[in-house]
């Protein structure tokens, strides 16, 4: 089992900035990809961005794009995002994921084997 725990979440103002965090423990956290979904009220689960195992790739939703940073440290098991600009559209409960296959293939929250609790993002005036 991997076990991943989420916080950074609160309340911004739009064109603020905040860094989420993914701790990990249990199985290696280096032979998974992890990514950043969020899901808002009424609407389905989007990921936000993904980084390989090794931390050698990674890839982000064009709604974030520019404006984001993942990052990852496996001597740490650690999983941030960054995000700045921040939008009102940007309010949404985020999840960190990982994903047994290592490489960020998947695009759907199904394709994820472990979830942390999520942490809400608020982003209004």
């Known amino acids: 089992q991997l076990q991943l725990v989420e916080s950074g979440g609160g309340l911004v103002q739009p064109g603020g900035s905040l860094r989420l965090s993914c701790v990990a423990s249990?199985?290696?956290?280096?032979?998974?990809?992890i990514a950043w979904f969020r899901q808002a009220p009424g609407k389905e689960s989007e990921v936000v961005a993904c980084?390989?195992?090794?931390?050698?790739?990674?890839a982000y939703a064009i709604a974030v794009r520019g404006r984001s940073t993942i990052s990852r440290d496996n001597a740490k098991k650690m999983v941030w995002l960054h995000m700045n600009s921040l939008k009102p559209e940007d309010t949404a409960v985020y999840y960190c994921?990982?994903?047994?296959?290592?490489?960020?293939?998947?695009?759907?929250?199904?394709?994820?084997?472990?979830w942390g609790q999520g942490t809400q993002v608020t982003v209004s005036s």
């Open positions: 249990g199985l290696a956290v280096e032979y998974f990809a």
């Open positions: 994921a990982a994903d047994v296959a290592g490489q960020c293939y998947g695009q759907h929250d199904f394709e994820y084997d472990y």
């Open positions: 980084i390989s195992n090794g931390g050698s790739s990674a």
